[in-house]
């Protein structure tokens, strides 16, 4: 029977001690990650916690990207928490306010982009599999917003070759810079 997880600090917040216990960590207290052009994030991903899941958190400010645009051979899902964004999604721009959901299935290009006149934050889940693929296509409308690639690729670190690195958040809760 799996045991509960120790939390220790680490630099941008709490994070839980490797290994298979169950924990309970307030999202505002978790570490979280700050990039001048993608924002702020809170991840619940990876090896060893995470697995088969991917929960983030996002904080976008008017004007702000989650990240390039792509499609996965995974389903995600968005819930908009707070605030405004749109969503670039096959081509179209969709405007998106607090309590709009978004599913995706795999294979479908997608990425949001900070609205409105405040921050906004999104609730993002997919699944993860080892063999999950990801590609970058090129989007003149994804390229409008600072959230596209120049040339198709299926590497994350080509896609983010020229993107400001993550840093570990400085305080325990997040807040949206204004505008770009």
């Known amino acids: 029977m ?13 994070v839980p001690k490797p290994g298979d216990g169950w924990y309970v960590v ?8 700050e990039n001048e052009l993608f924002g702020q994030t809170c991840n619940f991903e990876g090896e060893p916690e995470f697995p088969h899941l991917g929960i983030n958190l996002q904080a976008l400010s008017p004007g702000q990207p989650n990240c390039m645009y792509h499609r996965e051979s995974e389903q995600e899902d ?20 607090a309590w709009d959901f978004v599913h995706c299935p795999p294979m479908t290009n997608h990425v949001f982009v900070g ?5 906004c934050l999104i609730l993002m889940t997919g699944a993860r599999r080892p063999d999950g693929t990801i590609v970058y296509p090129v989007s003149k409308l994804a390229r409008r917003y600072g959230a596209g690639v120049a040339k198709r690729t299926p590497i994350p670190k080509v896609a983010y070759a020229d ?14 810079r204004k505008g770009r």
């Open 26 to 33: 307030n999202a505002a207290k978790a570490r979280w990650y």
């Open 115 to 119: 609205a409105g006149k405040g921050p």
């Open 163 to 176: 993107a400001p690195k993550w840093s570990p958040l400085r305080g325990a809760a997040p807040l949206p």
């Open 78 to 97: 968005f819930l908009v928490l707070s605030g405004e964004c749109r969503l670039l999604i096959e081509e179209k721009e969709i405007r998106l306010k």
């Open 2 to 14: 799996p045991r509960r997880a120790k939390l220790v600090r680490e630099k941008g917040g709490l």
